[in-house]
């Protein structure tokens, strides 16, 4: 009977490949959280959106200066035999065919610093970084992606990919070169954003597109880029988001949802409620007197908060008084409730922000 040996050629860097461990020696590769628009928190439908802000999709920040009025959703249309359940759809609800300078509409999602520093930016061996992602769109022509280093004077990379055609989904690979200025801050802070612009006015599409690192330069950024609100029958949908270390792109990194959730729970948590013997209540939330006929709810977060979050109260319930928050950290708040009814009072809607 024959016996393989281990020899040394057969254990060499080359030979040792990942489809030949038992592990996934690159997880969490993808720097975005959230590319496959899983998770969707907040809604997973909002109208009339005219200002900048975090509307359903996790992760994903509309950014938005008078350039139409649009509906966001987290969509059910995606690639074909991908693996993917949902992305996120751009609709335009009202025209700007004719943007003033300053309009602008993108879709960017923003990284910690202290995630990035094994990219090595700043330094001689500063990593390339390679973006994937499927889009599909009505409108065919040139669309811009732009990385933009927030820790030095905004230094910016703008790429550009074409959708050929409408209505057809089509994988993009857009590789940026490593930037070797300007090391990123290794702190929770929002050191790298990327963003899909949709449409710009002149401001930021009247010079030469900055297609190598270089210091912020407006008229660079959105060079070439299509008018997406230029008619009320525009859409665009994107899933599969990915950014990583290399110039290769790989497949893309599927996580379960426990573990993308618990992710995007770091930045915006939704402390949802229920019913426990016909009363609503709020899971995971204790309550207690102080004496003076005041409730004390604490909450811990699932996972800590990247920082000290801002929180929401909405309605609540049972008493006559209201709520107010009187200790707030990355783990977990205290909420008071003030008021004549205390013994029968409940939280039916509270929401913690720590978004970069």
Known sequence: MAIDKVTSASITDS???DAKLSFNANQF???VINGDMSIAQRATSTASITSAGYH???????SITNMGTWTQSQSTTVPSGQGFA????????TADASPAAGDDLKIRTKFEGQNLQYLKKGTSSAESLTASFWVRSNKTGTYIVELMDNDNSYRHINKSYTISSADTWEK???TFAGDTTGAFGNDNGASLEMSFYLGAGSNQTSGTLQTSWGAYTAANRAVGQVNLADSTSNEWYV???QLEAGSVASDFEFLPV??????????????????????????????????SDNVMFTYRFPVDMRSAPTITIGTTGGGSGSASTQYI???????YYTGADTSQCWLKSVTAASEL
Do not use: W
């Not at 359903?56 to 509309?62: H, L």
């Not at 949902?86 to 609800?93: A, H, V």
């Open 15 to 17: 030979a040792v490949t």
């Open 29 to 31: 590769r993808n720097i």
């Open 56 to 62: 359903t999709v996790d992760r994903f920040q509309t």
């Open 86 to 93: 949902t992305s996120l759809k751009m609709d335009c609800t």
């Open 172 to 174: 993009k690979t857009i």
């Open 239 to 241: 899933t599969g988001v």
């Open 258 to 291: 426990d573990v993308n959730l618990g992710r995007c729970q770091r930045y915006f948590t939704k402390i949802s409620y229920g019913q426990l013997s016909g009363e609503d209540v709020i899971f995971g939330l204790t309550f207690g007197g102080d004496g």
């Open 329 to 335: 950290d990355p783990e977990g708040i205290q909420l």
